[in-house]
T-cell receptor
Framework: QKEVEQDPGPLSVPEGAIVSLNCTYSNSAFQYFMWYRQYSRKGPELLMYTYSSGNKEDGRFTAQVDKSSKYISLFIRDSQPSDSATYLCAMNSPGGYNKLIFGAGTRLAVHP | GAGVSQSPSNKVTEKGKDVELRCDPISGHTALYWYRQRLGQGLEFLIYFQGNSAPDKSGLPSDRFSAERTGESVSTLTIQRTQQEDSAVYLC????????????FGNGTRLTVT
């Protein structure tokens, strides 16, 4: 079993839809949770960074962490064609360095 | 440009040849990381540098892989006697300090071994 599981999709939605992306994990030591967005032929760029449980909102993006269920989510409101990309979840244990464990990534397509 | 720079962006090589991949981190970033991304898969950690020392090399797949870093500057990842399974995108990232600082990734080197 992988430490981080993420449905690879692809996920296709119409413009304006609410998108829900999810990851589950097995290591209860993880405390830092991140979502990266990766456009084709580009490096991942950090979207959201959350410590421990709870919600964090930034514009149209909301990240949720439920440590009791070992489940994290990213919600995208009012999705736009420019949101079409691969979304990678990543996580890390505290006290060390950024040896991030990544999910496989979910490919999202938002069509006009 | 202030981002992480990687070269070459694409590399095609024959099986058995050696390749060298280069990473220029963001100026002032002391931590540098190499990750590998195979087609349709997440990123796999390869090696971590703090300054020019590598406290964690645990992700290097075999002794054909090695990396070095000059001070807090350029890093090179070398793959000797390349195999077809080495085909992947090799991503470099840097961060301001080792822990709890977000990673900034380059656009990667797409390596194809024929």
């Amino acid at each position: 079993q992988k430490e981080v599981e993420q449905d690879p999709g692809p996920l296709s939605v119409p413009e304006g839809a609410i998108v829900s992306l999810n990851c589950t994990y097995s290591n209860s030591a993880f405390q830092y949770f991140m979502w990266y967005r990766q456009y084709s032929r580009k490096g991942p760029e950090l979207l959201m960074y959350t410590y421990s449980s709870g919600n964090k909102e930034d514009g149209r993006f909301t990240a949720q962490v439920d440590k009791s269920s070992k489940y994290i989510s990213l919600f995208i409101r009012d999705s736009q064609p420019s949101d079409s990309a691969t979304y990678l979840c990543a996580m890390n244990s505290p006290g060390g360095y950024n040896k991030l464990i990544f999910g496989a990534g979910t490919r999202l397509a938002v069509h006009p | 440009g202030a981002g992480v720079s990687q070269s070459p962006s694409n590399k095609v090589t024959e099986k058995g040849k050696d390749v060298e991949l280069r990473c220029d981190p963001i100026s002032g970033h002391t931590a540098l990381y190499w990750y590998r991304q195979r087609l349709g898969q997440g990123l796999e950690f390869l090696i971590y540098f703090q300054g020019n020392s590598a406290p964690d090399k645990s992700g290097l797949p075999s002794d054909r892989f090695s990396a070095e870093r000059t001070g807090e500057s350029v890093s090179t990842l070398t793959i000797q006697r390349t195999q077809q399974e080495d085909s992947a995108v090799y991503l470099c990232a840097s961060s301001y300090k080792g822990s709890d600082s977000p990673l900034h990734f380059g656009n990667g080197t797409r390596l194809t071994v024929t």
